[in-house]
């Protein structure tokens, strides 16, 4: 095997001094990361990470219109039918 793009003798003399040799074959932790790099599939960090942004999006959304209400906490039927329109 010869070496490229090196003028014309010197690859011969660079192939005889080092070996070219993936790195993940000699090197067993590297050998690791590249299956963990290679076998990674996020998906499923996306669908949870998705999940508990709709979740805050709603908190978020529901703090808001409570603090456009005038509710009067004081009234236990005001306080019925928010729980009522909770539950639907």
Same mark, same amino acid.
């Given at each position: 095997? %010869?070496? !490229? @793009?090196?003028? $014309? @003798?010197? @690859?011969? &003399? +660079? %192939? =005889? ?8 074959? *000699?090197?067993?932790?590297?050998? $690791?990361? =590249?299956? +963990?790099?290679?076998?990674? /599939?996020?998906?499923? &960090? ?7 942004? /709709?979740?805050?999006?709603? +908190? ?5 219109? &409570?603090? !456009? ?6 009234? !236990?039927? *005001? $306080?019925?039918?928010?729980? @009522?329109?909770? &539950?639907?």
């Amino acid at each position: 095997s %010869s070496v !490229t @793009g090196f003028p $014309l @003798g010197c @690859g011969s &003399l +660079i %192939s =005889s001094h080092f070996s070219f040799v993936p790195a993940a074959s *000699t090197n067993p932790k590297a050998a $690791l990361k =590249s299956k +963990i790099v290679a076998e990674f /599939r996020p998906q499923s &960090l996306i669908d949870e990470l998705l999940l508990y942004k /709709r979740s805050e999006d709603q +908190i978020e959304l529901k703090e808001k219109q &409570l603090s !456009t209400m005038r509710v009067d906490v004081c009234s !236990t039927e *005001t $306080l019925k039918c928010l729980k @009522g329109k909770a &539950l639907r």
